[in-house]
């Protein structure tokens, strides 16, 4: 399963890419407000620091001027990934972008027949959201589940990209399920690593190797 972080924090961004964990990112217009800087600007950044996807939000709601968008936002990098609606405008652009060869993510995906219309609209990814689905009492990893069962019924090609993740367990049930990517705030991405038995193990192993007064270097 693919790592992407879900942030658009340089500095956050450069930290998990040093550990070898980063697949690629996604941003939205949300994350690039919080970030406070201009969105070309930190889109290229982003750009220069992985060689995977980095996903980037058109703001309009009707098909031509998401065209036009991302005409604009797909020249900042090769590694550009445009990200639409899942409306019918979204997949009529993504259908036309993805026609000439672009890669396309397909976000605010909360049901499964949404997904199935991404997926024949010949998305890249589609990104259903576990999180914001949770906060209102739905399961949404039954959502995975059931995007997972349809695009191997029909060996879409479109990766199923899990986003709203929130903590480890959404992220442990995604690669159960089989999910191609999550998307993630790195912090989230860092804490899998933690365990108390490894930290505890850690300490007994040094106390022991204290004893015998060696040094490996
Ligand atoms: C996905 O691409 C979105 O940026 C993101 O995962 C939304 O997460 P949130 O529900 O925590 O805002």
């Not at 639409?84 to 026609?99: E, F, M, N, R």
């Not at 990517?181 to 490894?198: D, F, Q």
Request: glycine residues 8%.
């Amino acid at each position: 399963m693919k790592f992407f972080a879900d942030t658009a924090e340089i500095d956050d961004i450069k930290e998990l890419a040093a550990t070898g964990l980063l697949d690629g990112v996604t941003t939205n217009p949300s994350l690039i407000a919080k970030s406070g800087r201009n969105f070309m600007e930190v889109t290229k950044e982003i750009c220069g620091l992985t060689s995977g996807p980095v996903s980037a939000e058109v703001v309009a709601l009707d098909h031509e001027t998401m065209l036009k968008e991302a005409e604009v936002l797909r020249k900042i990098a090769d590694n550009v990934c445009i990200k639409v609606p899942l409306t019918i405008d979204g997949l009529k652009t993504c259908k036309a972008l993805t026609g000439e060869g672009t890669m396309v993510n397909v976000t605010l995906c909360f049901s499964a027949n949404q997904a199935l219309l991404a997926a024949k609209a010949g998305a890249t990814f589609v990104s259903p959201f576990v999180g914001r689905h949770d906060d209102n009492g739905v399961n949404g990893m039954e959502l995975i589940r059931d995007i997972r069962t349809i695009y191997d019924n029909y060996l879409f090609d479109t990766e199923i990209l899990v986003a709203s993740v929130r903590h480890a367990t959404h992220v442990l049930e995604s690669a159960l399920i089989g999910a191609d990517v999550m998307t993630a705030p790195p912090k989230v991405i860092m804490a899998l690593a933690n365990h108390v038995l490894t930290d505890k193990g850690i300490e007994g192993f040094l106390a022991d190797w204290a004893k015998t007064g060696q040094s490996i270097l």
